[in-house]
């Protein structure tokens, strides 16, 4: 991370001031105590090997504890035998010679063989203390071996040794600012990479969004002509201008809908070889199609200028028109349906009301008449139960509930009274069947008036009443028989004058009560 950068580089820089005091320490031995200028300022040095090689570690690995610990070890270990009283300085230097490699070794290897794909600058910041780590164990086997060797003569080694150390710290030096600002820029690149690829799917995407809010206002727009517009020819009209605008490019894209062999097509219409269709059905049989096609040219928008959701758009664009048409044909056929009820109804002789929730939502002419109304809307809105006789709203009320518990769903035929709206009781034969009105259970009562039929049983009961009287007044003996002979009707005399009772002539014939020898005579 950036902070953590910050903190290497910090690290660095803080190593080569740690260099920089030790050597000038060590410059001026001879001038100064031994303790400060050799034990002091190799210990600098040290310190600074230390921090440096952390540093150029962090360029291709995480330093974690167990790299600090390592490094530490290492350091402590050099110190210690810097500051160990030995017979001479060079035994202290030779030692140490063996211990320095090792602060250089891993930072070494690692930038010249571990990475990846190690730069060029990474291979040569990394040959570079590898050869360095290699020329201090010579030095070191030098000053062990060699007795006359004094580090604080000018010898061509000695002069070599140190001009090539100042110039190899330089290098190194060097190449780590070189490869943080190497590790930087790629960084950089790559994060700038990224940042494009995010822009570019975001761009993506964002199109993408575009596109699906095009669809959706297309659909949107669609089922809003369905839903305010009437249906006639106006309304595919304004349906096939509607879809090129969910398209890509709405500019380069034209429609068609046909219905029925009838054809309605958007402004600026032309066909082409590029197109997407999808079917219009009603009740599964295909009555028509919807077509997009697309004008642009096929080199510069490719042969495939849809988009895969558009192929889902045109599909559900179909089955919504699909819908609305049979929607469309559900409700005409209802309408047609319900007016021919209503002229039906209109002309049946029957009285024929219909009612909801108990109240009388349709009434025809016969009906109106018979209860005395001006016309139908003088019962719409009046409860059913009102036109019945109080004598027979219980017995209604009882076959309403088994009408609807019965699974016919009607009640058979019943003479009751009902009510005029003047209050005057009429006889009326009447039955009831449940149905459905716009959709709502209601309940369709069919009556007629048998005012007359009424009148004319009571004036047969009257005739038969008054003939009764007569026939049984008769002094004599009066009796009706059937094509074969059997008592229809009797009066009481001929019980008292022949003794026969009913049961007996049930059984026998009116010859059979001749005498034998009067038989002939009567047949």
């Known amino acids: 991370t950036l902070k953590r950068a910050q903190i290497y580089d910090t690290v660095f820089m803080i190593s080569m001031a740690l260099q920089a005091a030790g050597w000038m320490l060590l410059f001026f031995r001879g001038t100064i ?33 167990h790299w600090l610990q390592y490094f530490a070890a290492i350091l402590a270990l050099s110190i210690f035998i810097i500051w160990l009283p030995l017979t001479g300085q060079n035994q202290s230097v030779g030692l140490v010679s063996f211990v320095i490699p090792l602060f250089f070794l891993f930072p070494g290897v690692f930038l010249v063989f ?36 004094s580090l604080l003569t000018p010898t061509f080694f000695q002069i070599l040794f140190l001009s090539g150390q100042f110039v190899i710290m330089a290098l190194a030096s060097t190449g780590y600012i070189l490869i943080r600002r190497e590790i930087v820029s790629s960084d950089l690149e ?46 595919f009209s304004a349906l096939v201008n509607e879809i090129p605008a969910g398209w890509r490019y709405p500019d380069l894209t034209c429609a068609r809908i046909t219905v029925n062999s009838r054809e309605y097509s958007s402004k600026g219409f032309q066909t082409s070889g590029i197109k997407q269709e999808s079917v219009l059905t009603m009740y599964g049989k ?64 029957d009285a024929v009301v219909i009612h909801q929730d108990g109240r009388i939502v349709m009434a025809n002419d016969s009906a109106v008449r018979i209860v005395g109304a001006s016309n139908p809307d003088d019962l719409i809105g009046k409860q059913i139960i009102d036109l019945v006789h109080p004598d027979y709203r219980l017995a209604v009320a009882e076959r309403v509930q088994e009408m609807l518990a019965s699974k016919e769903g009607t009640v058979p035929l019943m003479e009751e009274k009902f009510l005029r709206l003047d209050g005057t009781p009429i006889p009326v034969a009447v ?93």
Request: net charge negative; charged share 25%; proline share 4%.
């Open 431 to 523: 039955m009831a069947t449940a149905t459905q009105h716009e959709g709502r259970p209601a309940v369709i009562v069919v009556f007629r008036d048998i005012t007359r039929q009424k009148e004319a049983e009571n004036a047969l009961e009257t005739a038969n009443q008054f003939s009764d009287t007569i026939i049984d007044s008769i002094p004599g003996i009066f009796y009706v028989l059937d094509e074969q002979g059997h008592f229809v009707r009797r009066n009481p005399h001929h019980q008292i004058i022949t003794g026969y009772s009913d049961e007996e002539l049930h059984n026998i014939t009116a010859l059979d009560t001749i005498a034998p020898d009067d038989r002939d005579l009567v047949a």
């Open 114 to 149: 571990s990475s990846p794909r190690p730069s060029p600058l990474q291979q040569f910041t990394g040959s570079i203390l590898l050869f360095y780590s290699t020329a201090v164990i010579i030095r070191g086997i030098s000053l062990l071996v060699a007795k006359d060797y």
């Open 286 to 349: 295909t009555v028509g199609s919807i077509e997009v096609f697309f004008l642009g040219d096929p080199t510069i928008y490719g042969t495939e200028p849809f988009l895969p959701e558009e192929s889902s758009l045109i599909i559900a664009l179909g089955e919504r028109i699909s819908r609305m048409m049979e929607r469309h044909w559900s409700e005409v056929t209802l309408r047609e349906s319900e007016e021919r009820f209503r002229r039906l109804l209109s002309r049946s002789f």
């Open 190 to 235: 790559d994060e700038i990479k990224e940042r494009q690829i995010i822009e570019g799917e975001v761009r993506r995407k964002s199109d993408l969004l575009k596109e699906r809010v095009k669809e959706l206002n297309c659909l949107y727009e669609v089922s809003r002509l369905i839903e305010t517009t009437p249906w006639d020819k106006d309304l």
């Open 33 to 65: 105590s031994d303790i400060l200028s050799f034990s002091l300022g190799n210990t600098l040095i040290f310190c600074g090997f230390c921090l440096e090689n952390i540093a150029l570690l962090s360029l291709v690995r995480t330093v974690n504890k």
